[in-house]
């Protein structure tokens, strides 16, 4: 039985519980108005009692549970399992662009407000912490402080959160994961090492911790509720995921990978997190490469398995961008010159492999679209507004509705997309 499944059950009883304690006192009540009718025949009960004309679930948004006061109208099983929470929706269909911390602390935020406000954007997924693992605000966060981590790239977080309320802008709050140079030199022995002890790290040297590692979750997890407690709507894992390359394939990772999987170690890690932040009513999203779609090594190497993800998250977000994937995939000489069948085909394969999952326990896919040219691609083209608009077209033809788009400098142009 998964972790999700068990707590289900352990909500399922407890309401069971609670329903034949109410029942008891139901009937209790009962007998006492029957004693109470046969002493006092001039006393009537019920016609225009507050009691029988009490909406179900008044006063407790969000839920049927049967309470004081109400008359049940449903099967007793229907109660009990309406009771259960289901998947934490988005209140809106996200159409956003990502901004990093430093662009949201600074003066130039006023040109993309005024983009979201002049445009079809409703949505900014910001980072709370960031590629290096700082957080850009001072989160009074213990394990945050012991190390330092806190920077003041967003002087004041509580006033930009109201700006971007008053602009009716939906927040998400970007969350690094597993590539943390932060914590790896701070918690040396959560640091992702090879026997011999070279580090992990990526291209550019930041260094990895271990996705294992139970206390790289709970910190994780820690940021990410300070990050809800101080307004965001949703909260985004990115680098959720397993680093790539053979130093990488060489590391120890302390554990027996071959009975404890790298699919396991992520979608653990996010089970977890999503309990504990629906707890919350936060919504949980996931950046995913948009390569493991229809790719069992992909799957593999990164740890991230797309139909067990849209089980356990309320929001998968695949890269599908076509600079990201390598000539003649889809039958496309070079996918980053055709953007609209790369996006299309990407988004076909996501469809195809969520089937399996029954609609009501199903993720919402809402993709990363491409809003850079990627100059490092042979044959590439520029991507302008027609580029960004004929993905988004490709992403509603694939029977979806919602996207980001992504760009590192946070250079966004109206051009290809549509005016508010």
Same mark, same amino acid.
């Given at each position: 039985?998964?972790?999700?499944?068990?707590?289900?059950?352990?909500?399922?009883?407890?309401?069971?519980?609670?329903?034949?304690?109410? +029942?008891?006192?139901?009937?209790?009540?009962?007998?006492?108005?029957?004693?109470?009718?046969?002493?006092?025949?001039?006393?009537?009960?019920?016609?225009?009692?507050?009691?029988?004309?009490?909406?179900?679930? $008044?006063?407790?948004?969000?839920?049927?549970?049967?309470?004081?006061?109400?008359?049940?109208? &449903?099967? =007793?099983?229907?109660?009990?399992?309406?009771?259960?929470?289901?998947?934490?929706?988005?209140?809106?269909?996200?159409?956003?662009?990502?901004?990093?911390?430093?662009?949201?602390?600074?003066?130039?935020?006023?040109?993309?407000?005024?983009? *979201? @406000?002049?445009?079809?954007?409703?949505?900014?997924?910001? @980072? =709370?912490?960031?590629? $290096?693992?700082?957080?850009?605000?001072?989160?009074?966060?213990?394990?945050?402080?012991?190390?330092?981590?806190?920077?003041?790239?967003?002087? @004041?977080?509580?006033?930009?959160?109201? &700006?971007?309320?008053?602009?009716?802008?939906?927040?998400?709050?970007?969350?690094?994961?597993?590539?943390?140079?932060? !914590?790896?030199?701070?918690?040396?022995?959560?640091? +992702?090492?090879?026997?011999?002890?070279?580090?992990?790290?990526?291209?550019?040297?930041?260094?990895?911790?271990?996705?294992?590692?139970?206390?790289?979750?709970?910190?994780? *997890? $820690?940021?990410?509720?300070?990050?809800?407690?101080?307004?965001?709507?949703?909260?985004?894992?990115?680098?959720?995921?397993?680093?790539?390359?053979?130093?990488?394939?060489?590391?120890?990772?302390?554990?027996?990978?071959?009975?404890?999987?790298?699919?396991?170690?992520?979608?653990?890690? !996010?089970?977890?997190?999503?309990?504990?932040?629906?707890? *919350?009513?936060?919504?949980?999203?996931?950046?995913?490469?948009?390569?493991?779609?229809?790719?069992?090594? @992909?799957?593999?190497?990164?740890?991230?398995?797309?139909?067990?993800?849209?089980?356990?998250?309320?929001?998968?977000?695949?890269?599908?961008?076509?600079?990201?994937?390598?000539?003649?995939?889809?039958? +496309?000489?070079?996918?980053?010159?055709?953007?609209?069948?790369?996006?299309?085909?990407? !988004?076909?394969?996501?469809?195809?492999?969520?089937?399996?999952?029954?609609?009501?326990?199903?993720?919402?896919?809402?993709?990363?679209?491409?809003?850079?040219?990627?100059?490092?691609?042979?044959?590439?083209?520029?991507?302008?507004?027609?580029?960004?608009?004929?993905?988004?077209?490709?992403?509603?033809?694939?029977?979806?509705?919602?996207?980001?788009?992504?760009?590192?400098?946070?250079?966004?142009?109206?051009?290809?997309?549509?005016?508010?």
């Amino acid at each position: 039985m998964s972790y999700r499944e068990r707590v289900r059950r352990k909500r399922r009883i407890a309401v069971t519980v609670a329903f034949a304690v109410l +029942l008891l006192a139901v009937v209790f009540c009962g007998l006492w108005i029957g004693v109470r009718l046969s002493r006092d025949s001039e006393e009537t009960w019920g016609e225009t009692s507050d009691l029988e004309h009490q909406p179900m679930g $008044e006063g407790t948004e969000g839920e049927n549970l049967p309470g004081e006061g109400v008359v049940l109208q &449903e099967p =007793v099983n229907d109660v009990i399992e309406s009771a259960i929470p289901s998947r934490v929706r988005p209140r809106i269909q996200v159409k956003g662009i990502y901004v990093t911390g430093r662009m949201a602390g600074s003066a130039g935020l006023q040109n993309l407000l005024e983009l *979201v @406000d002049n445009t079809e954007l409703n949505t900014m997924v910001i @980072d =709370v912490k960031d590629d $290096e693992g700082r957080i850009t605000y001072e989160m009074n966060l213990d394990s945050v402080l012991q190390m330092g981590a806190g920077t003041r790239y967003i002087a @004041d977080m509580e006033g930009l959160m109201e &700006e971007l309320k008053d602009h009716d802008i939906y927040t998400i709050a970007r969350v690094v994961c597993f590539k943390d140079p932060l !914590l790896a030199q701070n918690r040396p022995e959560l640091a +992702l090492k090879t026997p011999a002890g070279v580090p992990v790290t990526d291209a550019n040297g930041l260094a990895w911790v271990n996705p294992y590692r139970e206390e790289v979750w709970e910190y994780l *997890v $820690e940021v990410a509720k300070e990050a809800a407690a101080v307004g965001f709507d949703e909260i985004q894992f990115d680098y959720v995921r397993f680093p790539i390359g053979s130093v990488a394939d060489a590391a120890d990772y302390g554990v027996d990978t071959q009975s404890y999987t790298r699919q396991q170690a992520i979608t653990g890690f !996010l089970t977890y997190a999503w309990s504990e932040l629906s707890e *919350v009513g936060v919504p949980v999203a996931a950046d995913v490469f948009g390569t493991i779609i229809g790719s069992d090594t @992909d799957k593999r190497v990164t740890g991230q398995d797309y139909a067990g993800l849209g089980e356990i998250i309320d929001v998968l977000c695949p890269m599908v961008y076509p600079s990201h994937y390598g000539n003649n995939v889809f039958g +496309l000489d070079v996918p980053d010159a055709h953007p609209y069948e790369t996006v299309r085909a990407a !988004l076909t394969g996501s469809a195809e492999e969520l089937a399996v999952v029954p609609e009501e326990d199903r993720a919402l896919v809402r993709p990363w679209l491409q809003a850079f040219t990627a100059t490092w691609v042979d044959g590439h083209i520029s991507y302008d507004g027609p580029q960004i608009r004929q993905q988004i077209q490709a992403v509603y033809d694939a029977g979806y509705e919602e996207w980001i788009l992504w760009n590192a400098t946070n250079r966004y142009s109206e051009d290809g997309l549509e005016p508010d």
